[in-house]
């Protein structure tokens, strides 16, 4: 099945119970037992499992084509099951443009546990190379990355993993499994925000690992998740089936404004430059071409002369939210080195956009008007 109707179907269908077309919220977190001991169904405590969790699960599941699912109460509690799920010893390889709870979660959580990490250049396949080691076990990209919005070739840095028998983990939060297909680009397994294009309306928090094969390594993603308990609630897991059921349409069109307004930063005389894997000028454009489907919704550009100037442009937004977070139907504007502080390696005059389901005439008049 195509994804348009995976999006709409998968996890989704009637209740057996009542013919409701829009599946009930299982808030119950225990389920009852026959005279005989035994279960109706296979549900026992909702933090092992739970019908609304595991039809989410499925639709993830099937949405990028994997062999199970797990989700969890954010981004980052789906990003630490995987990390959780290596041993004291193991190295990790993680892209230096790494998201910034990533990367802090792996310097000042992880190493504590002996895991240890080394951040490259993830876009040139050769640094990876350079950097395994024999107990490299997990390679951990993410394409497009932020806030460079850089592009990594998957397929290139899977086959250079694969060679010590390391796994490969794909961030998929801003391509989403319309932009590109991780596991067909031998990645091993997946993981989601669903807090930002699944979710699609800035109202949740939630994450999600998927993974190529139901194997050991899953099965201790699983066991951090039902023991370690850093699940969403059904709620949380009943919006983001809902999210969804929309994305194929949202993710279009949030990739026809960004493409559109991408062309209008890049033609004006105030921006310096502009990263948008769209544009034939953008370094990783090529790659992109061969790997994604849609370039999605995120760019930064950078405002002529720093700071200052980037701040006032971000201050004169009005259509623009000022506000970090991604994939929501309003298109959100952000200063990263504000956000990331001292240590930040972005640059100064760089601004992100997550560019929304507005109007593309409205959302390049407000930043005509900011730049002006
Ligand atoms: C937001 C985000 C995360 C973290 O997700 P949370 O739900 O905030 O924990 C991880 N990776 C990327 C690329 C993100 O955009």
Redesign the pocket.
């Known amino acids: 099945m195509r994804i348009e109707t995976l999006a709409v179907h998968a996890g989704h269908s009637p209740d057996p119970a009542t013919g409701a077309v829009t599946p009930p919220i299982h808030l119950s977190t225990t389920f009852e037992r026959r005279a005989d001991g035994t279960l109706p169904s296979s549900f026992i405590y909702s933090r092992d499992d739970n019908p609304t969790r595991h039809s989410l699960e499925r639709c993830l599941m099937e949405l990028e084509g994997g062999a199970a699912a797990a989700a969890f109460a954010?981004?980052?509690?789906?990003?630490t099951a995987i990390f959780q799920s290596l041993a004291a010893g193991d190295h990790v390889i993680a892209p230096l443009d790494a998201?910034y709870?990533?990367a802090k979660l792996l310097r000042e959580v992880f190493e504590r546990w002996r895991l240890e990490a080394s951040f490259v250049d993830t876009t040139d396949p050769a640094a990876v190379r350079a950097a395994l080691r024999p107990a490299t076990r997990l390679v951990w990209l993410?394409t497009p990355s932020?806030p460079l919005i850089r592009i990594t070739d998957i397929a290139a840095v899977a086959e250079v993993a694969h060679t010590v028998g390391a796994q490969v983990a794909v961030?998929n939060?801003?391509a989403t499994p319309l932009g590109q297909r991780p596991f067909a680009l031998g990645a091993d397994l997946v993981?989601h925000?669903?807090?930002?294009y699944l979710g699609g309306h800035s109202d949740i928090?939630?994450?999600a690992v998927v993974a190529r094969s139901d194997d050991d390594f899953f099965a201790r993603v699983r066991t951090v998740q039902r023991t370690g308990g850093a699940v969403p609630s059904p709620f949380e897991c009943w919006l983001v089936l809902r999210g969804v059921r929309t994305l194929p349409y949202r993710m279009r069109a949030h990739t026809a404004n960004a493409e559109r307004i991408a062309g209008f930063l890049e033609a004006h005389s105030k921006v310096s430059a502009v990263h948008y894997p769209g544009l034939e000028s953008d370094p990783g454009h090529a790659v992109a071409r061969r790997q994604m489907q849609l370039f999605g919704g995120m760019l930064s550009f950078e405002v002529a002369g720093g700071r200052g100037p980037a701040l006032s442009v971000a201050a004169r937004c009005r259509l623009f939210t000022r506000a970090t977070?991604?994939g929501g139907p309003e298109s959100l504007i952000e200063h990263r080195a504000s956000v990331e502080g001292p240590a930040t390696r972005t640059p100064e005059g760089l601004l992100r956009c997550s560019i929304g389901l507005e109007h593309a005439d409205d959302l390049i008049a407000d930043l005509e008007q900011a730049l002006a």
């Open positions: 954010s981004g980052m509690a789906a990003a998201y709870g990533t993410e932020n961030d939060t801003w993981m925000a669903t807090t930002k928090l939630g994450g977070s991604l």
